[in-house]
């Protein structure tokens, strides 16, 4: 399978790309130990040491029974002392299903050497369940954040993947080789959007939320060919709010940051069911909804 960063490369439909099934298990790691304690994106400027740690519990532990209040299976794992970002753990792997149903993730190799140590207890954690643990050839040594970076398209065998700052385009093609799935690469140009997951929240097979602003006008091209409906976030609640780091996780309901007004909006319009939350402790650190989970099979 190759890798696509150009709307002239890319001409297969969506229903000619193998269906996959939606993840069905949620991940999330407690914040016992989160902080912010160092500088490695923007939103961390002027932040160390102004994390409420009560305030932060209440947030996360709100998230966790809004979940499971919807019939969402939560597994909980605890952090570790000295990786206060450990709560964002949609960045330590990528999980992925084989048409078999064999099951696994690939580890991340973090960007940040502050955050490197994290993925070693989620390798641990899915060897123990008995999932399929694979790391990136050799070879490559480039940088790759698991689901900050790469989505999976919802309901198909379709990987979206974006680079620039915490991932670099080198690694998809190992991807696509691995997992035997194309690659749509989106480069990301504003260091406020370091993760696609910032500024990309696939909803549906046909829709997605997005902030324009973060993408290369190619990348943007390549959006709007595949996806026959493109919700755009506003300005100050996607760079403020953190509006696009939203989850669905069903086709159906959206998890957001509580006063993305427009936002919501623009998604009750096209049909979702907004499920407002507080994640304001952890946008100091750089992250809201979609980071603090780890959507898997």
């Given at each position: 399978m190759?890798?696509?960063?150009?709307?002239s490369?890319?001409?297969l439909p969506?229903?000619?790309i193998p269906?996959m099934?939606?993840?069905?298990?949620?991940?999330?790691?407690?914040?016992?130990?989160?902080?912010?304690?160092?500088?490695i994106?923007?939103?961390?400027e002027g932040?160390?040491?102004?994390v409420?740690?009560?305030?932060?519990?209440?947030e996360?532990?709100k998230?966790v029974?809004?979940?499971?209040?919807?019939?969402?299976?939560?597994?909980v794992i605890?952090?570790?002392?000295?990786?206060?970002?450990?709560?964002?753990?949609a960045?330590?792997t990528?999980?992925?299903i084989r048409p078999n149903?064999?099951?696994?993730?690939?580890?991340a190799?973090?960007h940040a050497?502050?955050?490197?140590?994290?993925?070693?207890?989620?390798?641990?954690?899915f060897?123990?369940k008995?999932?399929?643990v694979?790391?990136l050839?050799?070879?490559?040594?480039s940088d790759?954040?698991?689901?900050?970076?790469a989505?999976?398209?919802?309901?198909?065998?379709?990987?979206?993947?974006?680079?620039?700052?915490r991932?670099?385009?080198e690694?998809?093609?190992?991807?696509?080789?691995?997992?035997?799935?194309?690659?749509?690469?989106?480069?990301?140009?504003?260091?406020e959007?370091?993760?696609?997951?910032?500024?990309?929240?696939?909803?549906?097979?046909s829709?997605?939320?997005?902030?324009p602003?973060a993408?290369?006008?190619?990348?943007?091209?390549?959006?709007?060919?595949?996806?026959?409906?493109?919700?755009?976030?506003?300005e100050?609640?996607?760079?403020?709010?953190?509006?696009?780091?939203?989850?669905c996780?069903?086709q159906?309901?959206?998890f957001?940051q509580?006063?993305?007004?427009e936002t919501?909006?623009?998604?009750?319009?096209?049909?979702?069911?907004?499920?407002?939350?507080?994640?304001?402790?952890?946008?100091?650190?750089?992250?809201?909804?979609?980071?603090?989970?780890l959507?898997?099979?």
């Amino acid at each position: 399978m190759n890798v696509f960063t150009h709307i002239s490369e890319w001409n297969l439909p969506l229903p000619e790309i193998p269906s996959m099934p939606l993840a069905d298990r949620l991940l999330m790691v407690n914040p016992a130990f989160f902080d912010v304690a160092y500088v490695i994106n923007p939103h961390m400027e002027g932040q160390i040491g102004k994390v409420n740690r009560q305030k932060a519990n209440n947030e996360w532990q709100k998230l966790v029974d809004l979940y499971r209040s919807l019939g969402l299976s939560v597994e909980v794992i605890n952090g570790e002392q000295g990786l206060p970002d450990m709560v964002f753990c949609a960045n330590q792997t990528l999980p992925f299903i084989r048409p078999n149903g064999e099951k696994g993730v690939f580890c991340a190799q973090m960007h940040a050497p502050e955050r490197k140590p994290e993925v070693a207890f989620f390798k641990a954690y899915f060897a123990r369940k008995g999932y399929q643990v694979r790391t990136l050839p050799s070879d490559n040594d480039s940088d790759f954040e698991g689901m900050g970076d790469a989505l999976w398209h919802s309901g198909r065998r379709l990987l979206w993947g974006g680079y620039g700052f915490r991932t670099g385009l080198e690694v998809y093609k190992g991807l696509a080789q691995a997992l035997d799935v194309p690659v749509l690469a989106l480069e990301l140009c504003d260091p406020e959007f370091y993760h696609l997951d910032t500024c990309m929240c696939i909803l549906d097979e046909s829709c997605v939320l997005v902030y324009p602003g973060a993408f290369q006008p190619q990348g943007l091209a390549l959006i709007r060919k595949v996806f026959s409906r493109v919700i755009e976030a506003p300005e100050d609640e996607a760079r403020r709010l953190f509006a696009v780091n939203a989850f669905c996780p069903n086709q159906k309901h959206v998890f957001i940051q509580n006063g993305c007004s427009e936002t919501a909006m623009r998604l009750q319009l096209a049909g979702f069911m907004v499920i407002s939350c507080e994640t304001g402790e952890f946008i100091k650190a750089g992250g809201s909804v979609f980071c603090m989970k780890l959507h898997h099979w």
